[in-house]
């Protein structure tokens, strides 16, 4: 068996092992709530990010004020 087999068989064996003590105890695991999906039509909000640069386009639209102009020199192996 390798590591990662190892591993996988120990996580699962302390998931059994939870389980059966939460089920001695009389506790039940909540049960995981699923994730809704979203129409195609439905709008989605932005990022911190896209936020940003919208913020900046509205200062001054149609400009790349966000964008940084730098040169950078590498010497030696890469």
Known sequence: MTESQNA??????????LARLLAEKGIRRPARDAIPARGATDDLPLSFAQQ??????????????????????????L
Do not use: C, H, M
């Open 52 to 77: 940003r640069l919208w913020f900046l386009d509205q200062l001054q639209p149609g400009t790349s004020i966000y964008n940084l102009p730098l040169a950078v020199r590498v010497e030696g192996p």
């Open 8 to 17: 996988a068989a120990a996580a699962q064996a302390k998931q059994q092992l």
